[in-house]
């Protein structure tokens, strides 16, 4: 069992900033999560937090280079999605009508902590899911 207060990593992906990134991601998200055996619906919970940052990242950050981190402290799984635009993300309501909009309100519903940092080269939107339970692992 793994077990520190440091990030363990699990896996790095660079991804294209098109269209496809998104299903691109969560096929990785989805091999690494089984591989480590989380339980599937973990794993749906997963599968959506990715695809909304990782959307988000190419419709906020055209051009920018993608990269997908994903990491282990204790009991959590942490994915990251790092871009080259230097401007946090920002949730709002949508209008009921409105097609887009909501990613970052799914994301705040579905994983156990979330949020966005800047870095040197533009900036950091993470979430992370308790995907090993301390109560199970006994």
Known sequence: MVCSTLPVPLKKVWLRNEPAAASNARREVILTARAWAIAEEIIDRLELCTSEIVTNAVQHAPGSAIRLLLTRTDERLRVEVHDSNGRLPSAHTPDPYDES?????????????????????????????????KDLAA
């Open 101 to 133: 909009g909501r990613g970052l309100s799914l994301v705040a519903a579905s994983a156990d902590d979330h949020g966005a940092y800047l870095t040197n080269t533009g900036k950091v939107v993470w979430f992370d899911v308790i995907a090993w339970p």
